[in-house]
């Protein structure tokens, strides 16, 4: 089976820098699939992306050396196992606020004994390689999500559930139940202490902490310890180039931008 390089990198102390796939378009995800990101996240619970676009994703990004992360809907086993068989090598599970949760997360993760994942790798099986059956429980990463004050506040029982292997913030929903506005860093003490609690329960407990960013964030994060953090998605980025582009034709032909026709 393929080596889940996260894993690797993760064990060793390493960090890695992602992207992140909103866009239901196998070929744009082909594309930054060559980009040498250290893994690639395919979004089924806010990005524009279903199931069955997921699975072309997955096929048109095969041959990229970036690891395959599927962000599903909800901590729900049904949508977990078939993320997994499609042939995500990890899964990004929103909302885990509880021991509970982070048990219900870890056991749809994974086979018996360590967990209740039903047998069926349709497409994962050929996708990733011979073994699957007898290695995936050593190659699949499971990741909850902290999103919430609760969830920092009960961090290090969370962390206690065996099989989480990373933990990934998710700063917009973690900033609105801190009663900010909702974004991926604030200047704000506490916004900051529970990102400094995250980063050092999990440190303690040798789970890799994760966090979604910008492109001028990211070295603050990883030098706050992060050590999954997302750049940016391919919205983003293709807005960013496309105006970066803009700027510099119109700055070299000296074209003002034209006003609003309304």
């Not at 599927?70 to 949508?79: A, D, T």
């Not at 982070?102 to 050929?126: D, I, L, M, N």
């Not at 499971?142 to 919430?148: L, S, V, Y």
């Not at 603050?220 to 992060?226: A, E, K, P, V, W």
Request: net charge negative; proline share 7%.
């Amino acid at each position: 089976m393929r080596n889940n390089d996260l894993l690797t990198t993760w064990k060793a102390g390493g960090s890695a820098i992602g992207l992140w796939l909103t866009l239901p378009d196998p070929n744009s995800a082909e594309t930054l699939g060559s980009a040498d990101a250290n893994y690639l996240t395919i979004d089924l619970q806010h990005g524009l992306i279903d199931y069955a676009e997921a699975r072309a994703i997955l096929q048109a990004t095969q041959r990229s050396a970036s690891v395959p992360i599927l962000r599903v809907p909800w901590n729900e086993p049904g949508i977990i196992s078939k993320a997994l068989d499609a042939g995500a090598m990890g899964v990004i599970i929103p909302m885990v606020n509880s021991v509970a949760e982070a048990e219900q997360a870890v056991s749809s993760c994974f086979y018996a004994p360590k967990g209740t994942r039903s047998h069926g790798p349709v497409r994962a099986a050929g996708a990733l390689g011979p073994g699957y059956a007898a290695e995936a429980n050593d190659q699949i990463a499971c990741i909850p999500m902290i999103e919430t004050v609760q969830a920092v506040e009960r961090i290090d029982q969370i962390l206690e559930v065996p099989g989480i292997d990373a933990i990934y913030v998710g700063p917009a929903d973690l900033s609105r139940t801190m009663g900010l506005p909702p974004g991926p860093g604030h200047d704000n003490q506490e916004f900051n202490d529970a990102l400094a609690t995250v980063v050092v329960a999990c440190d303690k407990a040798g789970v890799a902490p994760g966090i979604h960013s910008t492109p001028s964030l990211v070295k603050t994060r990883l030098q706050q310890g992060f050590r999954m953090v997302t750049a940016t998605s391919d919205m983003l980025a293709l807005v960013a180039g496309a105006t970066a582009a803009l700027e510099t034709a119109r700055g070299e032909s000296g074209q003002t931008v034209p006003s609003p026709a309304y």
